[in-house]
């Protein structure tokens, strides 16, 4: 079966750093990408990783180990507009996404 | 904007009824995805269409159908509804099926059965 966990919900205070973890057990595996949802829209891309190792851009980073299944993303300088939720997703044979983790993000 | 268009963006409809949700893809993109997410649920895969065929298949209910039509736009096509479809659907688009190519998601059509 496919199985991709993250937490339910996290919090955080804003400048602060947080890190979004998700683990992952696919049959295949052709790359792991993160996606933000604000509510009620769309998801919109940020990163996609099929190798090991951390993928930076910005503000955010996100890294991947495929022998241990698990991936990251890392959202430094936390803003207030960063509250929404994050969406772990791995391709197999079609996009297979995570329930995604609900950041709030506190003055 | 991410290019991708969904029509309508709500619908609502009463149990029994059928409905069609119509997407384009942004321009230049041959592969089209539809997922349903129901509240505080996550994206449920449903069916992925490339260049007019049908690639992948998930948990799409034997009630609902889909195509992609030559100009490369997209219908879900849903009948015998009920109160438990009521869900947002997404439609996204990418270039084709090599690996990286991030899906672009549409707003989504808001569908309400009564």
């Known amino acids: 079966g496919q199985n991709i966990d993250q937490p339910t919900e996290m919090t955080a205070t804003e400048g602060a750093i947080v890190q979004i973890n998700c683990t992952y057990q696919?049959?295949?595996?052709?790359?792991l990408f993160w996606y933000q949802q604000h509510a009620g829209e769309a998801p919109t891309f940020l990163s996609y990783?099929?190798?090991?190792g951390l993928e930076e851009k910005g503000r955010f980073s996100s890294f991947l180990s495929r022998s241990k299944g698990y991936s990251y993303l890392l959202l430094k300088e936390l803003q207030m507009k960063d509250s929404a939720s994050y969406l772990c997703?791995?391709?197999?044979?079609?996009?297979?996404f995570g329930t995604g983790t609900r950041l709030q993000v506190f003055p | 904007d991410s290019g991708v268009t969904q029509t309508p963006k709500h619908l609502i409809t009463a149990t029994g009824q059928r409905v069609t949700l119509r997407c384009s893809p942004r321009?230049?993109?041959?592969?089209v995805y539809w997922y349903q997410q129901s509240l505080d649920q996550g994206l449920q895969f449903l069916i992925q269409?490339?260049?007019?065929?049908?690639?992948a298949k998930g948990n799409i209910l034997e009630r609902f159908s889909a195509q992609q039509f030559p100009d490369l736009h997209s219908e879900l096509n849903l009948s015998s509804l009920e109160l438990g479809d009521s869900a947002l659907y997404f439609c996204?688009?990418?270039?084709?099926?090599?690996?990286?190519?991030?899906?672009?998601f549409g707003n989504g059509t808001r569908l309400t059965v009564t």
């Open positions: 997703a791995v391709l197999t044979d079609k996009l297979i």
């Open positions: 321009s230049g993109d041959l592969s």
């Open positions: 696919t049959s295949g595996f052709n790359g």
């Open positions: 996204a688009s990418s270039v084709g099926l090599a690996e990286g190519s991030p899906l672009h």
């Open positions: 990783n099929v190798l090991d």
């Open positions: 269409y490339y260049n007019g065929e049908e690639r």
